[in-house]
């Protein structure tokens, strides 16, 4: 996937989402969501607070090189493929959440620039294990 396919997935799956969910949760509370629905505004919370921001004060988050940027964000479409995927099997949303990856994807800005192709190739490929191993046949 090309650099502008993944970032119009990324502005797609949640991004331009986020704000008509965020009114429905105003309204009625995030309960009142659909699973799908609140996977969608944890991956645009992941999107803005993993992604977007970065750190000046920091050695490593304050440049990504282009490589890093592009992988950091096939992890994060990637994972909201995942997530639907998964949910669509009938798993929860909340199984779903709980696994142990989920904190590397908030630490991937903090991976040095030389090391951020292998290391998120490497979670990209746990993220698929992890989440695939919850559906129950």
Same mark, same amino acid.
């Given at each position: 996937m090309d650099w502008k396919q993944l970032r119009a997935q990324g502005d797609e799956a949640s991004l331009q989402k986020e704000a008509e969910l965020q009114e429905i949760v105003q309204l009625v509370g995030p309960d009142a969501l659909p699973e799908f629905s609140r996977a969608t505004l944890e991956v645009a919370r992941m &999107?803005? =607070?993993d992604y977007l921001q970065q750190f000046a004060f920091s050695d490593i988050d304050a440049f990504w090189q282009p490589v890093k940027q592009y992988h950091m964000l096939k992890v994060i479409v990637s994972y909201y493929d995942l997530m639907q =995927?998964? &949910? @669509? *099997?009938? @798993? !929860? +949303? *909340? =199984?779903? +959440?709980? @696994?142990?990856?989920? !904190?590397?994807?908030?630490r991937m800005k903090d991976i040095p620039n030389d090391d951020a192709v292998e290391q998120l190739e490497a979670l990209e490929a746990e993220?698929?294990?992890e989440l695939r191993k919850l559906i129950k046949y």
């Open positions: &999107l803005r =607070e =995927e998964v &949910l @669509v *099997k009938g @798993v !929860t +949303l *909340k =199984e779903a +959440l709980d @696994v142990p990856f989920r !904190t590397r994807i908030g993220m698929g294990s």
